[in-house]
């Protein structure tokens, strides 16, 4: 799930299914815009010192090269660093210059030891041959799984988890975090077995303690490496991950660059869509104001990152919605009504949709703005399924509204037409809404009554709305049999026909009208 869903206008339990249901469709449509969760270190420079260039090499010639030079690494002495720092630079640049990792070479018995006994060694100074061997297990890590799992029973998680907290050399540590990254990348499973069974988020807090400033690229690969700390079902421990939150927070305040923004708001999301204990959290750290900015811009993949993080804060208790509000989301989600694209506005009206179902105070800041004007518009030129959100919109707003807010939602934004317009779909996803919503009109419309005439009733029958309730009852979905059958029980006696005559019948014509028999 993204978050919890509220709908206080239909029965909880199906709007949560239909919600959450929602929810995984939207997550579903933009996973390829996510960032890669494992990436291939390129060479930084694809020509060697004597000008071989080895962009031009097939793939068969560069792994007879690194052959040749893991067995010459291999038999090489430990003692002679500048002769192995060389060496291992020439194997790293031959299996790395492809697009995919030469594996084979690194395969041979030992070999992978042997790259893993270079990260552990110390040598006074010189980090060069760390960096080496840490970038080409990186590129392995890049690989299938059982390369990811290979590397670390030989021990690589480990180091990498003790070098990158504490080592001075920047080029070594970013090496080392982006070897990491891709170990985080490689499954969920996995990724969660580390959050549970090593101290990987007790480094990153030392490491954001220690270094007083970090240069662009290495932020790049921190951000990479944390979203994919974060994302993914099974998500990790909150308890566990939750002390990355304000570094994150820090980068989205002060961050101007797209490769910083874009992933900060994307963890914000993967750290909200659990529980309102999370959104308190975020809310605490001050980022509504930031991330509202980025909900109408130029980037269409912030915009849609910015969506989620929205949706699930909208998700949370009517005080924390009210923060939100308060930092101007609505006047974004009134813009963003005006999209071009069509899950864009779905995606909105399923916001405002549980921003309805709060307090009245949250109903009447939407009734302040455009908002309403343009869904009634949309009810008429927009898709079904658009259609079908402002109607849940509709029925939301009808339980915890004011009486006038009532009268404004029927009169000026023609809240009943559009339910009885839609009584003859179909789709129980829909309909029932739709029924709550009428159920909700009607017992409001009895404390306005007293006594008299139901207005609400009235204006349904002024409408056809009976004729139109009547005839739902040949639905075959149970629930809204049941719910009409309530709805016409309740506030349309009159059609109710008892004889004992009629007991054996399933149905009782009534002059034109019916009524359908309550199933036993």
């Not at 930084?44 to 793939?59: G, I, P, Q, R, W």
């Not at 989620?308 to 609505?330: C, F, K, P, R, T």
Request: net charge negative; with cysteine.
């Amino acid at each position: 799930m993204f978050g919890q869903q509220k709908d206080e206008g239909t029965a909880i339990d199906y709007v949560r299914q239909k919600r959450e249901s929602y929810r995984v469709s939207l997550r579903r449509e933009r996973l390829c815009e996510e960032i890669a969760s494992k990436r291939f270190k390129p060479a930084e420079n694809l020509v060697e010192s004597d000008d071989e260039e080895l962009a031009m090499f097939s793939h068969e010639e560069l792994e007879a090269q690194a052959e040749k030079l893991v067995t010459t690494i291999q038999d090489a002495p430990s003692s002679d660093l500048n002769q192995l720092e060389n060496l291992v630079m020439k194997l790293r640049r031959r299996v790395s210059a492809h697009d995919r990792t030469i594996v084979g070479p690194l395969l041979r018995e030992g070999f992978l030891d042997l790259l893993c006994s270079y990260l552990k060694k110390q040598y006074n100074g010189y980090h060069t041959l760390q960096k080496e061997a840490a970038w080409i297990l990186t590129n392995l890590c890049n690989e299938d799984n059982e390369f990811v799992e290979l590397c670390i029973e030989k021990g690589v998680l480990n180091e990498y988890l003790r070098i990158f907290p504490t080592t001075t050399n920047q080029p070594l540590r970013e090496q080392v975090l982006w070897g990491l990254a891709n170990i985080l990348g490689d499954d969920i499973q996995l990724r969660n077995e580390i959050i549970e069974k090593t101290d990987i988020i007790e480094r990153f807090l030392l490491l954001f303690e220690s270094v007083p400033e970090f240069n662009f690229s290495e932020l790049e690969v921190i951000m990479w490496a944390i979203s994919n700390l974060t994302r993914g079902k099974p998500y990790p421990s909150y308890f566990k991950v939750k002390g990355l939150l304000p570094f994150v927070a820090d980068m989205l305040h002060n961050s101007k660059d797209i490769n910083i923004i874009s992933p900060a708001i994307k963890i914000i999301g993967n750290l909200t869509n659990e529980n309102n204990h999370q959104i308190h959290d975020v809310l605490d750290l001050q980022v509504a104001d930031r991330i509202i900015e980025f909900l109408y811009g130029n980037n269409s993949e912030i915009t849609e990152s910015a969506l989620v993080v929205v949706g699930n804060l909208l998700s949370g208790e009517d005080y924390q919605i009210q923060i939100m509000v308060d930092a101007g989301v609505l006047l974004s989600l009134e813009r963003l009504l005006d999209s071009p694209r069509a899950h864009v506005r779905k995606s909105v009206i399923w916001m405002i949709s549980n921003l309805l179902a709060g307090n009245f105070n949250l109903i009447q800041a939407v009734l302040n703005t455009q908002i309403f004007t343009k869904m009634k518009m949309l009810l008429t030129i927009d898709d079904y399924e658009i259609q079908r959100e402002i109607i849940f919109c509709y029925s939301n707003a009808t339980k915890n509204a004011t009486l006038d807010q009532l009268e404004l939602l029927v009169e000026k934004y023609r809240l009943i037409d559009a339910f009885l317009e839609r009584l003859e779909y179909e789709d129980k996803n829909i309909l029932l809404p739709i029924l709550s919503g009428l159920s909700n009109l009607f017992e409001r419309g009895e404390a306005i009554a007293e006594n008299q005439v139901n207005p609400y009733v009235r204006l349904v029958e002024r409408l056809d709305g009976a004729r139109k309730l009547e005839k739902l009852q040949l639905h075959p979905c149970e629930e809204v049999y049941n719910r009409v059958y309530e709805l016409i029980e309740r506030y349309f006696t009159c059609l109710l026909y008892t004889s004992d005559a009629a007991d054996d019948l399933l149905c009782v014509d009534l002059g034109g009208r019916r009524i359908i028999k309550k199933k036993k």
